[in-house]
């Protein structure tokens, strides 16, 4: 029994971290309740790009007729000091 407790315990902790996780193909009301922190940085009749803090960094997700097509870090256009989404 004591050797059970503490395994209990470790599997609660682990299940209880689950990060969002992002699928393509996802759809936007979806996204948007599991990543309350992205904000739309692009809005276009292409495609919509929402930001998120990710750690010291960011990530991009786009969205194109309301469905997720891509996801990654953008880039850094020349002497700027922040990501840009892709194009």
Request: glycine share 4%.
């Amino acid at each position: 029994m004591k050797k059970i407790l503490p395994l209990l315990l470790a599997l609660c902790v682990l299940v209880s971290c689950k990060i969002p996780e992002a699928v393509l193909g996802m759809s936007e009301p979806q996204f948007k309740k599991q990543h309350r922190y992205a904000n739309v940085v692009e809005a276009s009749a292409y495609r919509k790009v929402y930001k998120e803090p990710l750690y010291e960094s960011f990530r991009f997700y786009y969205f194109k007729d309301g469905k997720l097509f891509l996801i990654d870090q953008g880039y850094f256009p020349e002497n700027a000091k922040e990501a840009v989404p892709s194009r």
